[in-house]
């Protein structure tokens, strides 16, 4: 590989990380042995800072840029952010209704029944007793004012990741210290 700036990160597709290069696993590696490369990156991707620092650790993750761009949030060199799935809310959703229609079976025919059997209805009655008639109607249904549509769903995290291939992100364990200018 041509002459790399120490620290530099680049995408491999091998399945080993080439001499002078280590995989972006987040491993941690002795300050004693990479001072130079320490010097660029310190603690930011962890390690203790006396004797260790860590590499980034970009498995599973996208690489962002540092900062923040116009309209959205400003992130820190080495934070971590994201997730791969999201249970959504209620309150995540926007707002909306739902239609329902609801009836209740009714019948014109008089009660013949004094006490209600299955399926009997309350019924007009033109005897003192019969209150009830054994069935409905066919085709009457009385309007109902109220109800309550039933829950739907089972709170399965839903997938946020954008379509990916998995390659290697490899860093420059030894090339040019970077200047400033």
């Known amino acids: 590989m041509s002459n790399p700036f ?25 300050i004693s042995q990479n001072s130079a490369l320490f010097a660029l990156l310190g603690t930011t991707y962890g390690g203790n800072g006396q004797t260790t620092f860590g590499l980034p650790d970009l498995r599973g993750r996208v690489p962002m840029g540092q900062g923040q761009g116009p309209g959205l949030s400003y992130r820190n060199l080495g934070e971590v ?10 309150t995540n959703l926007p707002a ?12 014109t025919s008089l009660g013949t029944l004094m006490e209600p059997g299955p399926g009997a209805i309350p019924a007009a ?23 309550n549509t039933t829950s739907a769903g089972n709170n399965s995290p839903v997938s946020v ?21």
Do not use: D, K
């Open 6 to 30: 120490l620290g530099e990160i680049r995408m491999f597709g091998g399945t080993f990380a080439p001499a002078g290069w280590a995989f972006c696993n987040g491993q941690l590696i002795a």
């Open 81 to 90: 952010t994201g997730i791969e799935n999201v249970t959504l809310l209620s």
């Open 96 to 107: 909306h209704t739902h239609t329902v229609s609801l009836s209740s079976p009714a019948t």
């Open 125 to 147: 009655s033109n005897q003192r007793n019969a209150q009830y008639a054994p069935s409905a109607s066919a085709n009457t249904q009385l309007p109902v004012s109220t109800g």
């Open 161 to 181: 990741m954008q379509p990916s291939l998995a390659v290697s992100f490899i860093i420059a364990l030894q090339g040019i210290f970077p200047s400033r200018n």
